[in-house]
Structure formats: structure tokens, C-alpha cells
């Protein structure tokens, strides 16, 4: 399969569920997965969850600007980089994201290994 057409799959996927039922996230990671999130490093996809979960808002709209992909090993995994904008409930400005995924095969379903999020401040 392309790997942009997967890239692309992915990250709507991985956003529409963001936006509308961050505990359907799960499924995504394993518990050798690790999200950075602003600089603070969770393991496992339980506590990935949490993380996700716990954030101070309930409603959000992730708008992407850009994906961009490239292979990433002998294994069939891919990197995926991701800006765009979060719309938070109640808010009048969107703030500015960047976020990478690295996937990882597993006979032919790919789950997030790695996953570095950051707010972009201008």
C-alpha cells in the first residue's frame, strides 16, 4: 500500500477519534509505545490514554495544515509528521500543533510506537 495513502488514513483516524472519543485512542498504542507530550515522557498505552484524557478540555477540532511521511526500517514501519491547528471549545484563537508518529507494522496493522506532541508559540 502507499505509504502516503497510509500516512493519510492514519491521521484521519487518529484525529476524528481524538476529537470525538480520546479513550477509543487505546487501540493505537502498545505498552512499549511512548508519547512526549510537551516535553513529559508516558509509556504504555493505558497511561498514554490517561494522559490524553486528562487534558483541560473536553470538545476540541483538530484542523491539519500538512502530513508529511517517509519509511522508516526493514520492518514496513513509517514516520509521520504532522501541523495543523486545535480548536478548543469555547476559544477564539486556534493554537498551532506539530505532532510525529512513528508506526510500526504488525502483520499488516500499524500501531503508534512513538508520539511527540508540541504546541507551536509564535
Known amino acids: 500500500m502507499d505509504p502516503d495513502a497510509v500516512a ?40 498514554i490514554v490517561a494522559k490524553l484524557t486528562s487534558l483541560p478540555f473536553q470538545q476540541c477540532k483538530h484542523n491539519i495544515t500538512t502530513v508529511d511521511c517517509q519509511p522508516s526500517g526493514p520492518a514496513g514501519g513509517m514516520l509521520v509528521f504532522v501541523s495543523g491547528n486545535l480548536q478548543l471549545a469555547g476559544e477564539q484563537h486556534a493554537l498551532k500543533f506539530s505532532q510525529m508518529f512513528h508506526l510500526i507494522s504488525n502483520q499488516g496493522n500499524y500501531y503508534v510506537f512513538n508520539d511527540i506532541f508540541r504546541l507551536n508559540y509564535a
Open 8 to 47: 493519510k488514513a492514519f491521521v484521519e483516524h487518529y484525529y476524528s477519534t481524538f476529537d470525538a472519543n480520546r479513550p477509543g485512542l487505546v487501540s493505537l498504542y502498545q505498552e512499549g509505545s511512548m508519547l512526549t507530550f510537551e516535553g513529559q515522557e508516558i509509556q504504555g498505552s493505558q497511561n
